[in-house]
């Protein structure tokens, strides 16, 4: 059983404040990617990895930045956070098969 | 652009009536679909792909690529089906998957 987990499932921070998401996932897994999802809005690619160190844009990438130093590890880092950055942040893995295998989520909270 | 479309945010129907979820795609190349579920308090996860033409707990989805449309269905609704449910896109050698804006179905007893 492919296993995603995420740091933490609710987190609330203050403007300004840099926020790290961590991902870690158990099925040495190439591809990794971490979505926002918003109510009618869906799920938006901010990042993904296809290697370690590899990274490239999603559709929304601006006010994060991501690291993957390790294969099982990928982390989203925002830089500065602001109010609009508040949502459930899923971080998602895909072996060579097509399917995605999601974490629980990350609720974050900025104030 | 590759795009994904759900018309509908939400779907009510009764138990036991059909169900169709919509989807709509647009990409140029040859595509990947699948719908993906996510249950109350439950993480996101697979429930079909079109390449594998499987039922899965009832449903179907057929790919119509003259229509371009992936819709979901299943004939009799259970309430256990109540969730929300997207649509999703692979493309760029199945490196990239985007999502449509999802639909939640309701099914009222």
């Known amino acids: 059983d492919v296993k995603v987990t995420q740091s933490s499932r609710y987190l609330v921070k203050r403007t300004g404040e840099k926020v790290f998401l961590e991902c870690v996932q158990d099925?040495?897994?190439?591809?990794m990617f971490w979505y926002r999802q918003d109510p009618g809005l869906g799920l938006r690619l901010i990042y993904f990895?296809?290697?370690?160190?590899?990274?490239e844009k999603g559709d929304i990438p601006e006010g994060y930045s991501v690291s993957r130093e390790k294969k099982e590890r990928f982390s989203l880092i925002l830089e500065s956070a602001s109010t609009n950055q508040t949502s459930m942040y899923l971080c998602?893995?895909?072996?060579?098969?097509?399917?995605?295998?999601f974490g629980p989520g990350t609720r974050l909270t900025v104030t | 652009a590759q795009r994904v479309t759900q018309p509908e945010k939400l779907l009510s129907v009764f138990k036991g009536a059909p169900v169709e979820l919509k989807c709509n795609y647009s990409y140029s190349g040859s595509p990947e679909l699948f719908w993906y579920v996510q249950y109350s308090r439950q993480r996101l996860q697979l429930l079909l792909r079109h390449i594998s033409r499987e039922s899965i707990k009832g449903f179907t989805a057929d790919l119509n690529k003259g229509e371009t449309s992936f819709h979901l269905k299943k004939p009799f609704a259970q309430e256990e089906d109540s969730a929300m449910y997207y649509c999703?896109?692979?493309?760029?050698?199945?490196?990239?998957?985007?999502f449509g804006s999802g639909t939640r179905l309701s099914i009222r007893p």
């Open positions: 990895s296809y290697d370690v160190k590899m990274k």
């Open positions: 998602a893995t895909k072996g060579r098969v097509d399917e995605q295998y």
């Open positions: 999703a896109l692979a493309y760029s050698s199945a490196s990239k998957i985007i």
């Open positions: 099925m040495d897994h190439e591809n």
